[in-house]
């Protein structure tokens, strides 16, 4: 496609399956400034709101933080198959969360359980070391008193270099999960894009040459 040169906060592909069978794969931060070429791959699983930065001390590591979401745990949800959600629905599945409610168990009704052998991250085409992934209550919204949150999670893995130059870099992250569906197992994947822009500093410039 044909875009404006500038900056967009996302992009979303998906196709005729959506909601039944594929979620969505996104382009988050996409910077249009020459010809990009992304191949795009749906699957049972969302990779939403992916964001991603370096340890600006301790290891040379990166971090990735993003909310997975799952389409066929969400039609586990819709139990009487009516195309809706209700409360008793929503209340039995744990699809939202309180902190407390979190805290017992940190898996909201949607969310794929992952951890550091599962999901894969890549910097410009090269995969990196995870070193760790763990969930985290990411707030959704509120009603009457009570906050409420689902499963987000927090990728950490090593970027192989003493730091990462700046400008522009295509950060990717693909995740999978096996679930018990009606019977069968199924193997759930999902990925999604990052364009992540590093800005130089002082401190870089005379440490590093840029």
Known sequence: MFVPKRAYNAIM????QYDREVLENWVWNFTAEKDTELNFQVG?????NLHAWQNNGGGPTMFFVFRPMSVHRGNLIDKNKDGTVDEQER???????TLAEFKMNPY????????????????NGEELKVVSAAPFPEYVGAEGANDF???GYVIQ?????????PGYHIVRVVIEDALDY???MLTEKGEAFYFWRQEGNIYSV?????
């Open 206 to 210: 005379r440490k590093y040459g840029y």
């Open 182 to 184: 009606e019977g069968k």
């Open 91 to 97: 209340k039995e599945s744990r699809l939202d969360l």
């Open 13 to 16: 592909t998906v196709n005729e």
């Open 157 to 165: 893995a090593l970027r192989g270099k003493s730091r990462v130059g």
């Open 44 to 48: 049972g699983l969302e990779i939403y």
């Open 108 to 123: 909201s009704g949607i969310a794929p359980r992952l951890d550091e052998n599962k999901p894969k991250v890549f910097l």
């Open 149 to 151: 949150y689902q499963t």
